[in-house]
T-cell receptor, first 112, second 112 residues
C-alpha cells in the first residue's frame, strides 16, 4: 500500500535561519507531488507541484523553493525564513489527480 | 483562476441535527473532492465525484455534484460529536496536472 511520510511534525526556527522539510512516498512510482500551506484551520494554498524528478512548478511568488531529487522525494526549502513563513505545511501525492490526494500529517512551522 | 466558495464557514449544531455544506464556483471542474481534517493532521479524502448530477453516500454523509459540475454539497444526517472537524471541498480543473483548488473550509462543531 502507498504511504506518505512528512517530517518534522513541528519546527520552531528563528527569522533568517534556513529551512528544509522533507516528504517521501512509498509504494508507488512517478507520483505527482505537491506542497501546500494552510492558514489557521482554513483552506489550502498550493505552493509547488512536481510531475517528475527535477520538475518543479511554483504557484505563488515567495521566499520558499522546492526540489525533487528522487522520484519519491519532495523537499521544501528556504535560505532565510521570514515571520510570514509560519504556518502548517502539507505534502501530498496522487497518481493522476482525478481521484484525490493522499496528504502527509503536516509540519507546523513557527518562525520567531 | 478557478475559485471555490464554500459555505458556511462555521457551523455549530447539536447532536442529532442535520446539516448541509455548500461548495460553489463559476468554473467547471472535471472532478470534485471532499476532505475532512482534524486539528494538527492532514486532510483525509472522503469522496470524489466526477459525473454531473452524481450522488454518493457514505453512511450518514451524502455528497452531490451539480449537473453543470460547478457546485457540490455535503449533507450530514443525524450529526454525531465525532463528525466535528474541518470539511474542505476541492476541485480539479481540466488542464491542471491534478492541481486541486480548495474552498476555504467549513469548521463543524457538533455539541453533545
Amino acid at each position: 500500500s502507498q504511504t506518505i511520510h512528512q517530517w518534522p511534525a513541528t519546527l520552531v526556527q528563528p527569522v533568517g535561519s534556513p529551512l528544509s522539510l522533507e516528504c517521501t512516498v512509498e509504494g508507488t512510482s512517478n507520483p505527482n507531488l505537491y506542497w501546500y500551506r494552510q492558514a489557521a484551520g482554513r483552506g489550502l494554498q498550493l505552493l509547488f507541484y512536481s510531475v517528475g524528478i527535477g520538475q518543479i512548478s511554483s504557484e505563488v511568488p515567495q521566499n520558499l523553493s522546492a526540489s525533487r531529487p528522487q522520484d519519491r522525494q519532495f523537499i521544501l526549502s528556504s535560505k532565510k525564513l521570514l515571520l510570514s513563513d509560519s504556518g502548517f505545511y502539507l505534502c501530498a501525492w496522487n497518481g493522476n489527480g482525478f481521484y484525490g490526494y493522499t496528504f502527509g500529517s503536516g509540519t507546523r512551522l513557527t518562525v520567531v | 483562476t478557478q475559485l471555490l466558495e464554500q459555505s458556511p464557514q462555521f457551523l455549530s449544531i447539536q447532536e442529532g441535527e442535520n446539516l448541509t455544506v455548500y461548495c460553489n464556483s463559476s468554473s467547471v471542474f472535471s472532478s470534485l473532492q471532499w476532505y475532512r481534517q482534524e486539528p494538527g493532521e492532514g486532510p483525509v479524502l472522503l469522496v470524489t465525484v466526477v459525473t454531473g448530477g452524481e450522488v454518493k453516500k457514505l453512511k450518514r454523509l451524502t455528497f452531490q455534484f451539480g449537473d453543470a459540475r460547478k457546485d457540490s454539497s455535503l449533507h450530514i444526517t443525524a450529526a454525531q460529536t465525532g463528525d466535528t472537524g474541518l470539511y474542505l471541498c476541492a476541485g480539479v480543473g481540466g488542464t491542471s496536472y491534478g492541481k486541486l483548488t480548495f474552498g476555504q473550509g467549513t469548521i463543524l462543531t457538533v455539541h453533545p
